[in-house]
């Protein structure tokens, strides 16, 4: 069992901070060997981060059914959904591949990766913030959370989130986002089975962030039917 090691905010804002900085590096660098333009793919980041900070703060207070008393709590109280934040940034990529002409996928494809290696190292920040914490147990690898043994969320979406990254290298680079999208997808539902944290709401017999996860399981698999049935169409044409 792990002790108690929360280090507040200030843990999770230092944790934010190096999951951002590795996540554009590794971004960086994906682009430069998929001959993807290095300075679009700041331009495109940088139009992002306003909707990720709308809609990762929009979806804590829609799914903790809490509103903020004004427009500066709404951004400087605390609270972020990352699933929000991931929505906020493919709406961010659809209106930067349009501003800059660039191929959305393309670009998504590139972030892929970076984004589950800024989200192994977030879920870090979690579990110094003391939030996204498991239901009760007191097994093998339980954290203690406000002196209750718990399940250990933060590590286990840390580590399955490497894991995705690591299996996304072996598939071709066209297929990267709509198996990330499939892939989280299936094992953030999985892993909510396991949350114990209220705040991020339920609706009927799933949490707010399995209702999601399904969303984006049902868009994964739509995105690899497409792909190979417009590949397959490529190869009927080719011979013809």
């Known amino acids: 069992m792990f002790e108690k090691a929360y280090t507040g905010a200030d843990g999770f804002a230092i944790m934010a901070g190096i999951s951002f900085f590795s996540a554009f590096t590794l971004a960086v660098i994906i682009a430069y060997f998929h001959h993807i333009s290095i300075k679009t793919l700041k331009k495109c980041i940088i139009i992002t981060i306003v909707p ?34 991931l929505i906020g ?96 997808g299936i094992c953030r539902f999985i892993i909510e089975l396991f949350r114990g944290d209220d705040v991020r709401g339920h609706f009927g017999l799933l949490s707010t962030s399995q209702w999601i996860s399904i969303a984006f399981i049902a868009y994964g698999l739509r995105g690899i039917y497409l792909k190979n049935k417009r590949e397959k169409s490529l190869v009927r044409n080719t011979k013809m």
């Open 52 to 85: 990720v900070t709308i809609m990762g703060k929009v979806m804590f207070y829609f799914s903790s059914k809490t509103f903020p008393s004004s427009i500066m709590s709404f951004f400087a109280g605390g609270g972020f959904v990352f699933y929000g934040g």
């Open 89 to 184: 940034l493919i709406i961010g990529i659809i209106i930067s591949s349009k501003v800059y002409d660039q191929d959305f996928h393309r670009i998504m494809n590139c972030l892929a990766i970076p984004v589950l290696v800024a989200q192994a190292l977030g879920r870090l920040g979690c579990y110094f913030n003391g939030c996204c914490y498991g239901k009760a147990y007191s097994g093998i690898g339980a954290v203690i959370h406000q002196d209750i043994y718990v399940y250990p969320t933060q590590f286990m979406e840390s580590l399955i989130c490497v894991i995705i990254s690591i299996v996304l290298l072996f598939f071709p680079f066209d297929y990267r986002y709509i198996l990330y999208c499939l892939f989280y």
